[in-house]
Nanobody, 125 residues
């Protein structure tokens, strides 16, 4: 069974940057599409970004497009989320997740089978 562990969250001022990492255990990491989601208090979990298995295709929520960048290093079994120009509205728990195969519904949480425990990102104004 795959395990996903996020790291890199923290407290940052508005306009600052953070880089989240998602370390995956298990085999064949390079065959699985991955994604980042976030959940703020009192809100539903929402899509942030997704990446296909070989890293050549990426997708972003409109709210983070141009500010966030998703990437992966298959040799290290790790996915990343570089977050720049952070805003207070970006405050949330960020989760990484793994899908078993590629579909066009990368933005739906139900498409993902494995989830990490989450890492808190807090952006102060």
């Amino acid at each position: 069974q795959a395990q996903l562990v996020e790291s890199g969250g923290g407290l940052v001022q508005a306009g600052g940057s953070l880089r989240l990492s998602c370390a995956a255990s298990g085999r064949f990491f390079n065959t699985y599409p991955m994604g980042w989601f976030r959940q703020a208090p009192g809100k539903e979990r929402e899509f942030v970004a997704a990446i296909n298995a070989n890293g050549e295709r990426t997708f972003y929520a409109d709210s983070v497009k141009g500010r966030f960048s998703i990437s992966r290093d298959n040799a290290k079994n790790t996915m990343y989320l570089q977050m720049n120009s952070l805003k207070p509205d970006d405050t949330a728990v960020y989760y990484c997740a793994r899908r078993e195969y590629y579909t066009d519904y990368y933005y739906l949480p139900d498409e993902y089978e494995y989830w990490g425990q989450g890492t808190q990102v807090t952006v102060s104004s």
